[in-house]
């Protein structure tokens, strides 16, 4: 019987801790790498494919959101043919990875995982400058894909083994987790080391090969990990590092016959050309093309009037301002019930008036950048249609400085179906919708199409017990923010026009990279 059951000696999973920047040490370890990575800005990589460097004409310019004159680095960027030229090396190299045994491909994680704890301050450093994350939101998201590393490889530990199925009298049956082929990992910039290596682990650890193409706002962060990938020491052609912009040659990873599936993050729109390209039958294509979509939300905390008030007001400034509102799990709606509407109001305000905002790598901001000008051009018109269709509370315009900075927005008295209230702004922007009584709230938070986060504050347990039933996301919280989920407690992924229901950082995650054979012998 193939892959016989390995004797487990790593530890069980813990979550990453995150870094306690009040303790001097930390900030000065954490000065050192922004300054090391400084001088190492505005450097030319290459594409790698099967090992091999490969420059191009097409350049992709990473660019600081805080100082926007400062290039992070320049990216040589795919040609469709290049695109077709790493999907048939992944092709080659898959041959002999699925031959690899699960327990020594889950090592390359462990090791991987080694690597990044080691260099987490200078990792932290490159999405300080390239995404404008404040220091502790580049660290969490560091941790996150320590976890991803450490709880994917333990995962694969578990299914790599023959899986028990019910005896069946006079024969001998196992069941066999095998990979799928070659996977194109299309990650976002807003996580872009932990959403990029999650998926980027999940899929080679179970087996397949992958050309991983980056987002085009966060190229220098994958091109670290890759060069952490290569130091482990795995083969060349397994992880092929081949950015691209989207808008040009994105179809050319997804509609490649010898794609096998596609993991992606990112908005609904680019999502669902994937996920109706991937499934257009073509003449050589040999199976059903897998997708795993991640989408966007509109994520909702609803504040009930038995709610501890002041804890409301820090969950939703929390969720609704951290990384400038760019997380996909981000609070942009809050709806509060009317008996406590205006109390809410008058302490949210106070409280997002103390955000301050400026530069990353400046730890006395707790807010930075939006990430492009593309971002800042479009939440600036998200702002003046909700000036329009609400009351500005605070905030509502340009935060001043050369970088892409937006005040943190509250606009109060949103109507449940203004624009504000229904499309993904993805920016420091709040609606504050007010709801007659609990019951309307819970139907105002369900009524969009997406389905990702949802918080409920209320020390109602009966209020809490109808959420649960009622209030239609993937990752419902209570009486806490609506971000901030761990890889192992808080498997991630929402419902409806979020995605296609799956769970990163879940024990049903890696399923979705493999397929499942049966082998039944008659014995007499
Ligand atoms: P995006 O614009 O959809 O881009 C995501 C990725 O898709 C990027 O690598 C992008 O490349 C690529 N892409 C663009 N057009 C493509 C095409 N035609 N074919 C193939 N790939 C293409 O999203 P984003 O702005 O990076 O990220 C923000 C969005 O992600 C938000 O909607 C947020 O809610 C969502 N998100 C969801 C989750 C979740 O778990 N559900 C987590 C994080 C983020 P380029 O950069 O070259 O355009």
């Not at 590092?241 to 808008?247: D, E, I, K, Q, T």
């Not at 729109?269 to 073509?282: C, D, H, N, Y």
């Not at 990430?371 to 479009?378: A, D, T």
């Not at 329009?388 to 905030?395: C, I, P, V, Y």
Request: glycine share 10%.
């Amino acid at each position: 019987m193939p892959g016989q059951a390995v004797e487990t000696k790593v530890a069980e999973f813990v979550n990453e801790p995150l870094t306690d920047f009040s303790q001097p040490e930390n900030r000065q370890r954490m000065e050192a790498a922004l300054k090391k990575v400084a001088g190492e800005l505005g450097r030319e990589y290459d594409l790698i494919i099967g090992g091999e460097r490969v420059k191009t004409g097409e350049k992709i310019k990473s660019l600081n959101p805080s100082r926007p004159e400062q290039v992070v680095g320049v990216f040589h960027g795919a040609t469709a043919p290049l695109v077709e030229k790493a999907i048939e090396t992944a092709d080659r190299a898959f041959e002999s990875w699925k031959q690899v045994k699960f327990d020594e491909r889950a090592d390359y994680l462990f090791r991987a995982a080694d690597l990044m704890r080691r260099r987490k301050f200078e990792l932290n450093a490159w999405m300080v400058y390239e995404v404008g994350k404040t220091w502790s939101e580049a660290d969490a998201d560091v941790a996150e894909a320590v976890d991803f590393c450490e709880f994917y490889g333990r995962e694969m530990l578990r299914l790599g083994p023959p899986q028990p199925l019910t005896p069946v009298k006079g024969e001998k049956n196992y069941l066999q987790y095998i990979p799928l082929g070659v996977g194109a990992v299309i990650p976002p910039w807003n996580f872009p080391a932990a959403i990029m290596a999650g998926m980027t682990t999940a899929a080679f650890v179970t087996g397949n090969t992958v050309v991983l193409k980056p987002s085009s706002d966060s190229p220098a962060i994958a091109a670290k990990f890759v060069d952490i990938l290569e130091e482990v020491g795995l083969p060349p052609g397994v992880v092929n590092f081949v950015p691209g912009r989207g808008s040009a040659v994105g179809d050319s990873y997804v509609v490649h016959p010898k794609t096998r599936f596609v993991a992606f993050t990112g908005s609904k729109e680019v999502g669902l050309r994937i996920s109706e390209f991937a499934s257009k039958p073509q003449p050589e294509l040999r199976w059903v093309r897998r997708t795993v979509l991640e989408m966007g939300g509109k994520d909702a905390i609803v504040v009930d009037n038995e709610a501890d008030l002041d804890a409301a007001v820090e969950g939703v400034a929390v969720s609704a301002f951290g990384y400038q509102g760019q997380k996909c799990s981000a609070c942009s709606r809050a709806i509060v019930v009317r008996e406590v509407y205006p109390e809410f109001l008058t302490k949210l305000e106070a409280r997002v008036k103390k955000i301050t905002v400026g530069p990353a790598d400046n730890p006395a901001n707790t807010m930075g950048p939006v990430v492009n000008k593309s971002s800042l051009q479009s939440i600036q018109e998200y702002i003046e249609i909700g000036r329009k269709e609400g009351r500005l509370l605070t905030g509502g315009g340009p935060a001043g400085g050369e970088g892409y900075f937006l005040q943190p927005t509250v606009i109060a008295d949103v109507a449940p179906t203004a624009r504000i209230a229904q499309e993904e702004i993805f920016g420091p922007v709040l609606a504050v919708i007010p709801a007659k009584d609990y019951d309307e709230a819970i139907a105002i938070a369900n009524n969009t199409e997406f389905g990702l986060t949802g918080s409920v504050y209320s020390k109602n347990p009966a209020k809490l017990k109808k959420a649960a039933e009622q209030f239609h996301v993937g990752n419902l919280y209570f009486n806490r923010k609506c971000t901030g989920a761990l890889v192992g407690g808080h498997p991630f992924g929402g419902f409806n026009m979020s995605g296609t229901d799956s769970k990163a950082g879940g024990r049903d995650y890696l399923l979705l990279f493999l397929q499942a054979k049966v082998v039944s012998e008659k014995v007499v």
